[in-house]
């Protein structure tokens, strides 16, 4: 403990004690009353100051220092009064004088600041123990005294009386010392120096005032040394509060502080034994010795009263603690060392069905689980080991297992203590916390697995990926991830509880697949993944891509029985195995990627991951970051390729092809078109083209030049919301007729969501926007789709135009497709024109229109201005 110092005081104790000294030397030749008086009431007056400005500036240990060190200032202040009157009072012919009150004063208020100085502990004994305490050890001082020389000193005086007046200063002062001492001497404060000091102070004062009172009885002047003592102390007092403690001194033991005043009567009992022996009986000490009895069998009486009445507290505790443990639900064993259960409580039955008395004197061991016994059995050995001491008294937890009487092994926490009336036993208290643990693993069991298959999922997934790469290594280690191809379909026909039984379906089917020590988890929405742990030869690579197509056929083969209908479903797969130094999550990414691609090809087939697909990935994620800028920055283009009748060699249309120059380098459409339609920036992207292509034919119709536009739609600009509106605004801020756009979609869009995009395209029929169907004879339901929506053109797919003339199938084929256009009324467009023989076959055939690079390429707006009604074909030879 650390206190702040004042540099002043120092100077001021130097100060003081140079002035005693002076003081001394001055006066070494008047009497002792005179030197005693003069140095008490300097030094007290050194004293009462010191301990004021320490009140003031000090840092106190605690709240009641500074109170204290002012009760003994005032105290020190009531003494030097006394001291200081004393040569004058001493003169009277009064035994006790008012100099001897004043000093009595100053005595008890030093006392009570002695008390103060110190704190207290957290648990104090009563009033009247501490007071007998101060009595006998005050009696038994006196005793002691009064054999070596009160005694003598009594039987010279002639007035009896007046020798006891004389006695009550150092008496009072005697039981004053006696009270504050154990307090002091035991007290756990960071410092105790000034405290200490006023029991020497005190003690001091005791034996100056005795030695001053036998002076007075005899007549004689009290020595000088008795009368100098009290002003050495008060010096030791003046300098205590700024003493610092590097390390406070351990306070005495409470059981040697508590034994002191019986060890001091055991002394007095002694020494008046031994001084009875050999002397005739002293009524005196005769009076003390029955007053120290009568005080020693009241303090016995109350110290049975206290007994009692912490044996009924301990009895009052230990019942509330059963009561206590028995509505929680736990059962109370009380144990020997030896594990034999002395004591059962009436909890056991409710909770393990047994009877106290099935329990009674057995081994706890006995329904302790085996693998449990040996932690209980050490528990015991230290519960009951003397030199654990007090650390093991707040009890000791430990999990285990405790058989019930149906045979079961129930989860416990359990509690041991030692008992609280016998060390020899211990107290367990047994908690069955068998609905916490069921509930802890229903939570981890969900944590890691997914509630609709019942499969691991991606978290466990992921952290066995982890574990097998941290500890197998990368040799034949590998990952498939599976998709569902079509299963959003599902969920929006059937519904999604539809949707997750047929997900559990073919979670069993995918189970019988796979080995038994891979594993199988969903990884998310229609997505599973396996974990294949192989070795490092090359043919677990082949085992990993021929489970892989098991999976496939395991998901393909059989239609799905959903809602009393089959539906028939394949699977998209990628396979990606593992190398050296690659994360875990990189293989994932990996077949993920490989998923993807094989989805991209159609699906219902396998892909081995590859560097280049992630290259891809990365680029098509680059391309689709840009894009929102690059809207925004105008970097887009319009390009027009023509349209020409075959029969006249004139531009009836043009088509409305969009191009992208990021920066100075060009981007294919084929790299952006399926990024701008992932992102949806293909909707936006999609109504610029419009607006600007509708702007540049009506302006080139204005010129009397009847030509028409064709723009190509995606399914995502279809079923964006106010599609048909965005078409009529552009439509009217143009002043282009509808009659001259033709809209174009493809086959595949029709047949994905059939009902609503053909609800969406027949609003902008009645429009009278012209439709066409792109890519015509690549499709699924063309010929149904041509009933069921009214279209106005049909364009053929450039792969029928480019085997014309070379591939028999081919040319009877587009014969056919020109035939049915003709026959239903339908504007037929070839594309993909690019050589003399196939515009020949095309014409013959009766196609009308047609374009390609042979009729003429894609071109600004300024070279669509340069084209001339009458632009004739290239050579045709």
Not at 354 to 369: E, M, T
């Amino acid at each position: 403990m650390k206190v702040r110092r004042d540099p002043r005081v120092p100077l001021t104790t130097a100060a003081g004690l140079g002035a005693v000294a002076v003081v001394v030397a001055l006066v070494t030749g008047g009497s002792a009353p005179v030197v005693t008086a003069i140095a008490g009431v300097v030094t007290g007056l050194l004293a009462a100051v010191s301990l004021i400005m320490a009140a003031s500036r000090v840092v106190p240990v605690h709240r009641r220092q500074p109170g204290a060190w002012r009760w003994m200032a005032a105290g020190s202040l009531t003494w030097l009064l006394g001291v200081g009157v004393r040569p004058v009072a001493d003169g009277t012919p009064f035994v006790l004088t008012f100099a001897d009150l004043l000093m009595l004063v100053g005595s008890v208020l030093l006392a009570i600041g002695c008390g103060m100085s110190v704190k207290p502990p957290a648990f104090t004994r009563g009033v009247i123990r501490q007071g007998a305490d101060a009595y006998l050890g005050a009696a038994s001082v006196f005793a002691v005294a009064w054999v070596a020389v009160l005694g003598p000193a009594f039987r010279k005086a002639e007035d009896t009386g007046a020798f006891f007046v004389a006695l009550a200063l150092p008496m009072v002062c005697l039981l004053a010392t006696c009270a504050v001492t154990p307090a002091v001497a035991a007290s756990r404060s960071g410092n105790r120096v000034v405290g200490l000091t006023g029991v020497g102070l005190l003690t001091a004062i005791t034996a100056a005032e005795m030695a001053t009172a036998l002076a007075r009885l005899d007549g004689d002047t009290p020595p000088l040394a008795a009368g100098l003592v009290v002003p050495a102390m008060l010096l030791v007092l003046a300098v205590a509060p700024w003493m610092q403690e590097v390390r406070p001194a351990r306070p005495l033991p409470a059981a040697l502080t508590a034994a002191t005043p019986l060890v001091l009567v055991a002394a007095a009992t002694l020494v008046a034994t031994l001084y009875a022996i050999g002397n005739s009986r002293d009524a005196a000490l005769v009076i003390v010795a029955a007053s120290v009895v009568l005080v020693l069998l009241g303090r016995l009486f109350v110290l049975l009263v206290e007994t009692a009445g912490m044996r009924r507290l301990v009895d009052v505790g230990e019942q509330q603690l059963r009561r206590l443990a028995e509505s929680t639900g736990d059962v109370v064993l009380v144990c020997d060392p030896c594990g034999v259960i002395q004591e059962v409580g009436p909890g056991l039955e409710t909770t393990y069905g047994y009877r106290p008395d099935d329990l009674a004197f057995r081994p706890i061991f006995d329904y302790i689980h085996p693998e449990d016994v040996p932690a209980v059995q050490a528990l015991l050995d230290r519960m009951t080991d003397e030199d654990d001491g007090p650390e093991q008294e707040g009890g000791t937890r430990i999990s285990c297992r405790f058989r019930a009487a149906d045979g079961t092994w129930r989860p416990t926490e359990s509690v041991a203590a030692r008992h609280v009336r016998d060390d020899d036993l211990v107290l367990v208290t047994i908690r069955d916390i068998s609905d916490q643990v069921a509930l802890r693993n229903q939570v981890t069991h969900l944590t890691f697995h997914d509630g609709v298959t019942g499969l691991p999922n991606r978290a466990y997934f992921e952290e066995r990926a982890r574990d097998v790469l941290t500890r197998r290594g990368a040799g034949g280690t590998a990952v498939i991830f599976l998709d569902l191809d079509g299963f959003t379909s599902v969920n929006d026909s059937v519904g999604h509880a539809s949707g997750d039984h047929l997900l559990g379906q073919a979670a069993r089917r995918l189970r019988s697949a796979v080995r038994a020590d891979d594993t199988l988890a969903r990884w998310g929405g229609d997505e599973f993944a396996v974990l294949l742990e192989g070795g490092t030869s090359g043919a677990d690579a082949q085992t990993a891509i021929d489970l892989a197509e098991r999976l496939v056929r395991a998901v393909s083969n059989e239609p799905f029985r959903v809602a009393d209908r089959d539906i028939a479903l394949t699977a998209s797969v990628g396979v990606a195995f593992a190398e050296e130094d690659l994360p875990p999550g990189d293989l994932l990414r990996n077949a993920d990627v490989a998923m993807s691609r094989a989805k991209e090809l159609g699906g219902r087939r396998v892909e081995v991951f590859a560097t280049h697909m992630h290259a891809d990935v990365l680029r098509r994620l680059e391309i689709a970051s840009d894009l929102q800028r690059a809207l925004l920055e105008n970097q887009f283009a319009i390009e027009y390729q023509p349209v020409v009748d075959l029969a006249t060699s004139r531009v009836t249309a043009v088509e409305a092809l969009v191009r992208w120059w990021r920066g100075s380098t060009f981007v294919p459409p084929e790299q952006f078109l399926g990024p701008a339609e992932d992102t949806g920036i293909i909707v936006p992207l999609s109504e610029w083209i419009l607006r600007e292509a509708c702007r540049e034919v009506a302006a080139w119709r204005a010129s009397s030049w009847d030509i028409g536009l064709a723009l190509n739609l995606s399914a995502r600009q279809i079923m964006a919301p106010r599609f048909v509106e965005t078409v009529a605004e552009a439509l009217s801020e143009s002043g282009l007729p509808a009659s001259a756009l033709t809209l174009e979609v493809i086959e595949e869009m029709l047949v994905e969501d059939a009902g609503e995009m053909i609800s969406r395209l027949s609003e902008l029929r009645t429009l009278g926007v012209r439709l066409a169907i792109d890519d015509f004879g690549t499709g699924y339901a063309s010929l149904a789709f041509l009933r069921q929506l009214p279209v106005d053109m049909i364009k053929i797919d450039p792969s029928f135009v480019s085997g014309l003339g070379n591939d028999d199938t081919l040319t009877l084929l587009t014969r056919t497709i020109v035939q049915l256009g003709n026959d239903l009324g339908l504007i037929v467009v070839a594309e993909g024109i690019e050589r003399p023989e196939q515009l020949d076959l095309l014409r013959k055939m009766g196609c009308t229109r047609g374009q390609g690079y042979l009729v003429a390429r894609p071109m600004t707006a300024r070279g669509v201005d340069s084209l001339m009604p009458t632009t004739t074909l290239q050579n045709t030879a």
